[in-house]
């Protein structure tokens, strides 16, 4: 309990600017948290990043998927590093904060000897010459015998409480001194992975940069790429659409209960917006949804009715939700394809090399359905769309954050 002594409200003080750093920290040590994950999921992408790039280097030439592989490396050390920046930031306040703690203990320690030695050289001067014992019997009445023996006892409390106050308030200084050096080192520690990431970053887009160069130098075959692919996309689209128009005329036989059922089914599937399983374990968008420019060739936009995942070779293609499969093609540019319904939903799987599932099969979430086809330049990816009935939807929207 703090009292209305002088020495005792500095004390307060002191104890209640710590009280409240304290719990500004607790918030902090959250954000903190945050930061912590943050670095840990950016150095899984780096490490994965790593593994596709060394898969489609293995080939020896310059290719599109070596530069998206590339650039998702870069885009996750830059993540790294700005957790990291973040992190410092935190930190440096953290110590500001302790810092401040520092310099109230400091005076409150420096204050309180001060109210010590001053009570004991008052006590000195008052009692020069006079022992207690005389100071207490020359009470002329019984009651001011009393009264200077209360005074007595008080004030030798009053040293106590002064002499645990200053041996609090020292103890307590120390430890605060020594979260400041543990503080310190941390962010030494901190500014020494910076250092390295920053290094590491400047080696990434010298090779970036150098990988541009090569790939300028090759636009009339990335121009063919192109337009085989974009044939290849039509391929698929006329494909899907004219299943959908199926399905839809199916649709119309159909009882009113088993139209329920597939309400049903659609319902659950939308339910999951946002929360659908990846068809990959492992990988990155390499392209996303709808237009974008191309990442060479300057002036050319691309137009992507879903998105490409590049992942590492032989990995298995999985479904993202509970569905049917309604059909398995093969797609000149697009390999073997699945394609699952989930009511008036569906989502398609190309690029596969192979196929573990027929069709009419009901497959659960997380089943394989088949594995990623790898092409002559070591890419592995799968290309991956959601539809609802004519619509093409941005898959990215629909899986879960990664």
Known sequence: MCHSDMSVNSWCKALGLLLLIFSTS?????????????????????????????????????TLGQ?????????AREGLISSLNQEISLLDGEISDLNIIVRALQADLKRLKEEYAA??????????????????????T??????????LEQYADAR???????????????????KVEIKRAEQRTLLDQQLAENRK????????????????????????????????????DNLIAEIVRKELERSKTLSSSAIADEEEVSA???????????????????????????????????????VDIQTQKGEQVKSVYDGKVIQIAYVPGMYNVVILQH????????????????????????????????DKDGVSEVHFEVWKNYAKLDPEKWLSPK
Request: charged residues 30%; proline residues 2%.
């Open 201 to 236: 970053l400047i080696r990434l887009k010298s090779k970036q940069s150098n990988l541009v160069q090569e790939l300028t130098k090759k636009e009339k075959e990335l121009q063919k790429e192109l337009a085989n692919r974009k044939k290849a996309v039509e391929r698929l």
């Open 268 to 306: 659950s599937f939308e339910a999951n917006k946002n929360k659908l399983a990846w068809p990959v374990s492992s990988g990155f968008i390499s392209s996303k949804f709808g237009k974008h420019p191309h990442p060479v060739m300057k002036g050319i936009i691309q137009d992507n009715p879903g």
């Open 160 to 178: 106590k409480i002064q002499v645990r106050q200053i041996e609090e308030v020292s103890r307590e200084l120390e430890d605060q001194r020594g």
């Open 343 to 374: 009511g008036e939903y569906y989502t398609v799987y190309s690029r596969l090399r192979e196929v573990n599932v027929k069709k009419g099969n009901v497959v659960k979430k997380d089943q394989a359905i088949g594995s990623v086809h790898t």
């Open 67 to 75: 530069l998206r592989a590339l650039n998702q490396q870069i885009a």
């Open 26 to 62: 607790l918030h902090a040590q959250k954000t903190k948290s945050q930061l912590e994950q943050e670095k840990r999921e950016n150095l899984s992408k780096i490490a994965e990043a790593e593994k596709i790039l060394s898969d489609t280097e293995s080939e020896k030439k310059a």
């Open 119 to 140: 009570m004991i050289y008052s006590s000195y001067k008052a009692n020069q010459g006079y022992s207690k014992l005389t100071f207490l019997f020359s009470a002329r």
């Open 142 to 151: 019984f009651n001011q015998l009393f009264m200077r023996l209360k005074y």
